[in-house]
């Protein structure tokens, strides 16, 4: 599903992040991205999401090159790869259900679907409870959570989580993980960067370790290790 073919990534002043990586996740894993500050997996991601262009090799999803896809058509990668940040852009003047349902009018949904598709959602979040509220009335956690429902609208074949608990306690962390998997569970890839030891290591899943730009290590029911 997910293909990186001898990608390497310089930014400008010779800054090389990423070096000859190569690798595959195929449908329904869940991989974690582990390394220290600078490692790379930032650029990873940004890389599947053509949000920058690989220096050399090339990226695939599902096939088809994303650095050859057309301006106009990257709209639709982006809703085939969800991604959340630890920085979740929330609209404040709007509450957790209108923020889910403002993306979906943007997609020019009719209400019928909205009406329908929004409680969905937050059922699966579990902010069904906290629909009406804005996020300045959130906690962390939860306001994460609004950002994994606004990312879920599309259905996406791919979620790529960016250190998504960076901001959270631990009991709020654990939450959003669990999220994670269960979205994981009904069918969808998740990529994991973090830099959550507990976390990976109670996962079980695999583990792709970056070091200067490399793979260290990629095992199946990995551990943390720097
Ligand atoms: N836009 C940019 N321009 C120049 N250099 C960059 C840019 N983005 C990242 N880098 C550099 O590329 C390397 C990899 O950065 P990246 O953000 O991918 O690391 P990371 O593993 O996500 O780190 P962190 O754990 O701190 O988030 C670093 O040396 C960084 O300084
Ligand atoms: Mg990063």
Same mark, same amino acid.
């Given at each position: 599903?997910? +293909?990186?073919?001898?990608?390497?990534?310089?930014?400008?002043?010779?800054?090389?992040?990423?070096?000859?990586?190569?690798?595959?996740?195929?449908?329904?894993?869940?991989?974690?991205?582990?390394?220290?500050?600078?490692?790379?997996?930032? &650029?990873?991601?940004?890389?599947?999401?053509? %949000?920058?262009?690989?220096?050399?090799?090339?990226?695939?999803?599902?096939?088809?090159?994303?650095?050859?896809? !057309?301006?106009?058509?990257?709209?639709?990668?982006?809703?085939?790869?969800?991604?959340?940040? @630890?920085?979740?852009?929330?609209?404040?003047? +709007?509450?957790?259900?209108?923020?889910?349902?403002?993306?979906?009018?943007?997609?020019?949904?009719?209400? %019928?679907?909205?009406?329908?598709?929004?409680? +969905?959602?937050?059922?699966?979040?579990?902010?069904?409870?906290?629909?009406?509220?804005?996020?300045?009335?959130?906690?962390?956690?939860?306001? %994460?959570?609004?950002?994994?429902?606004?990312?879920?609208?599309?259905?996406?074949?791919?979620?790529?989580?960016?250190?998504?608990?960076?901001?959270?306690?631990?009991?709020?962390?654990?939450?959003?993980?669990?999220?994670?998997?269960?979205?994981? &569970?009904?069918?969808?890839?998740?990529?994991?960067?973090?830099?959550?030891?507990?976390?990976?290591?109670?996962?079980?899943? !695999?583990?792709? &370790?970056?070091? @200067?730009?490399?793979?260290?290590?990629?095992?199946?029911?990995? !551990?943390?290790?720097?």
């Amino acid at each position: 599903m997910i +293909k990186f073919q001898n990608v390497t990534k310089i930014y400008l002043e010779n800054t090389i992040a990423l070096e000859d990586l190569s690798f595959k996740i195929n449908e329904k894993e869940f991989v974690s991205i582990v390394g220290k500050s600078g490692a790379g997996k930032t &650029t990873l991601l940004k890389l599947l999401l053509a %949000q920058e262009k690989p220096t050399r090799g090339r990226v695939f999803f599902d096939n088809q090159d994303v650095h050859k896809i !057309r301006p106009e058509k990257l709209p639709e990668l982006r809703r085939r790869i969800g991604s959340i940040f @630890q920085d979740y852009k929330l609209l404040a003047s +709007k509450t957790c259900y209108e923020n889910i349902a403002y993306v979906m009018e943007v997609l020019g949904k009719s209400n %019928q679907e909205i009406e329908k598709d929004v409680p +969905k959602i937050l059922e699966i979040v579990g902010l069904t409870e906290r629909a009406q509220n804005f996020p300045a009335e959130l906690s962390a956690g939860e306001r %994460q959570r609004v950002a994994i429902a606004r990312a879920l609208i599309h259905r996406p074949d791919v979620i790529l989580a960016d250190e998504p608990t960076g901001n959270l306690d631990p009991y709020n962390t654990s939450e959003i993980i669990h999220l994670l998997l269960k979205i994981n &569970t009904l069918g969808t890839i998740v990529v994991l960067a973090t830099h959550n030891k507990e976390i990976v290591n109670s996962l079980g899943k !695999r583990v792709i &370790t970056l070091g @200067q730009g490399k793979i260290i290590r990629d095992q199946e029911k990995g !551990r943390f290790i720097l």
